[in-house]
């Protein structure tokens, strides 16, 4: 069985730009969770999808933002990019269904020069 | 909102040493997760506990309800085991209920 998948793996983007990234669940998993690593700190909650709408998001600006397709995969951008955007993006996904815990994804590595 | 405490942030030790990562957190839960990252950057899930014990080959976790505490021990430690290993504690109420410690970075020298 396919794990989470996150594409893309490395991203280098100009101060001002926008990135987009993209997150694959294991298949039957209805939930996708964005999650920002940045250097120095845990890992801190981003946005939560669940069933193609957005559930509830965490302490960022509204230049984050993303969406879930029909097929639960899902996408997160960032907008007007900041150096201290620099971070390990991770995605992870779920059921849905109780909590079973979550699977993650490799990440997608984000440097703003 | 849950506070998560890990400790040491940092530990190196020789191969074959008996390793212990603590975690530590201020409000009641419902599971408690140890989760391993490589320098990759990938999050691999190690265990889900909520009481008790569980074992996992060289890896055994342990929480302490009672006292907001929980162990993970790695025994007969390899260089394979070099990662960040990073205690979540979910409190309910969603993907924003689940709070994450900083990370143990642990290097195994041969």
């Known amino acids: 069985e396919a794990g989470v998948t996150q594409s893309p793996t490395h991203l280098i983007k100009t101060r001002g730009q926008q990135a987009t990234l993209r997150c694959s669940p294991i298949?039957?998993?209805?939930?996708v969770y964005w999650y920002q690593q940045a250097l120095g700190l845990g890992l801190q909650f981003l946005l939560w999808?669940?069933?193609?709408?957005?559930?509830n998001r965490g302490n960022f600006p509204p230049r984050f933002s993303g969406r879930q397709f029909p097929n639960y995969s899902s996408e997160l951008n960032v907008n007007a990019l900041e150096l201290e955007d620099s971070a390990l993006y991770l995605c992870?996904?779920?059921?849905?269904?109780?909590?079973?815990?979550?699977?993650f994804g490799s990440g997608t590595r984000l440097t703003v020069v | 909102k849950n506070e998560v405490e890990q400790s040491p942030q940092n530990l190196t030790a020789q191969e074959g040493e008996f390793i212990t990562i603590n975690c530590s957190y201020s409000v009641g839960i419902s599971a408690l997760h140890w989760l391993q990252q490589h320098p990759g950057g990938g999050i691999v899930s190690l265990f889900m506990l909520s009481s008790g014990k569980k074992k996992h080959g060289r890896l055994i976790a342990t929480i302490n309800i009672q006292e907001k505490h929980s162990s993970l021990h790695i025994t007969a430690s390899h260089p394979r085991d070099s990662a960040v290993y990073i205690c979540a504690a979910y409190s309910g109420g969603g993907a924003d209920g689940l709070t994450f410690g900083k990370g143990t970075h642990l290097i195994i020298q041969p």
């Open positions: 999808y669940d069933e193609g709408e957005e559930r």
């Open positions: 298949s039957g998993h209805t939930s």
């Open positions: 992870a996904s779920s059921s849905g269904q109780g909590y079973y815990g979550y699977t």
